[in-house]
């Protein structure tokens, strides 16, 4: 990848650059799904995670699970789980706009007073798109995008995935991306476009 490229993927539509990684092991909880599914969800955690040389575990000692992943049929279906209104300010009227969007997904991030992110919540409105995709697909799919703080605008054109002698994959570019993001010399967070260069520059060096 270029600058300009790596720069783009942390640049959101207003303009503003944001990076931001995980600073505490992630532990995520899996909410609506059975246990096949449970199992293949774990599974894309475990492997991004060891890509990114970074951490599970089974307890935030602060939070319980840090990275809460929801399957539902419904935006309605969220004002009814409880507590969620306090994990998630604004509950209600979020869910009114995602509606209005026809919107399939939405991640809320919470950071660290370094920028480092701190908890994320993943919503997975199971709609016809969604339903067709192989849970694999899906499972590996949303765990990139909860690794790292990336554009929301990153993957609108381009899916973080591949397909490779019949296999989804992640694409090679992305996971190299992700590897040099998290070397420990960097910052856990950046709002300044000069990251991108210091991302590339290590990415030259990943073999």
Same mark, same amino acid.
């Given at each position: 990848?270029?600058?300009?490229e790596?720069?783009? !993927?942390? =640049?959101?539509?207003?303009?503003e ?9 992630? %532990? ?28 599970? =575990?089974?307890?935030? *000692? ?21 507590? !969620?209104?306090? !994990?998630?300010?604004?509950?209600? &009227? ?5 509606? %209005? ?5 939405y ?28 849970a694999?697909?899906?499972?590996? #799919?949303?765990?990139?995008q909860?690794?790292l703080?990336?554009?929301d =605008? $990153?993957?609108?054109?381009? #899916?973080?995935? %591949?397909? %490779?002698?019949? $296999?989804?994959?992640?694409? *090679? ?10 070397d420990?010399?960097? &910052? ?18 990943? *073999?």
């Amino acid at each position: 990848m270029t600058p300009d490229e790596i720069e783009a !993927l942390f =640049t959101r539509e207003s303009g503003e650059f944001l990076f931001a990684r995980w600073g505490r092991p992630i %532990a995520p909880i899996v909410f609506g799904v059975e246990e096949e599914t449970l199992a293949i969800v774990k599974g894309a955690f475990e492997a991004v995670v060891a890509l990114a040389g970074h951490k599970l =575990t089974e307890t935030d *000692p602060e939070l319980g699970a840090n990275c809460m992943v929801f399957f539902f049929r419904d935006w309605r279906e969220l004002p009814q789980v409880p507590d !969620l209104d306090r !994990l998630v300010p604004d509950l209600g &009227p979020l869910v009114e706009r995602l509606i %209005a969007a026809e919107a399939n997904q939405y991640r809320v991030f919470r950071f660290e007073e370094d920028g480092a992110i701190r908890a994320a919540f993943v919503f997975l409105k199971m709609d016809k798109d969604m339903s067709r995709l192989p849970a694999e697909t899906l499972a590996l #799919s949303q765990v990139v995008q909860t690794i790292l703080l990336w554009s929301d =605008t $990153a993957f609108r054109d381009a #899916s973080p995935l %591949a397909v %490779a002698a019949g $296999a989804t994959i992640l694409r *090679p570019d992305i996971a190299e991306l992700i590897r040099v993001a998290y070397d420990p010399v960097l &910052p856990a967070a950046a709002n300044d476009p000069a990251h991108a260069l210091r991302l590339f520059a290590r990415q030259e060096q990943v *073999p």
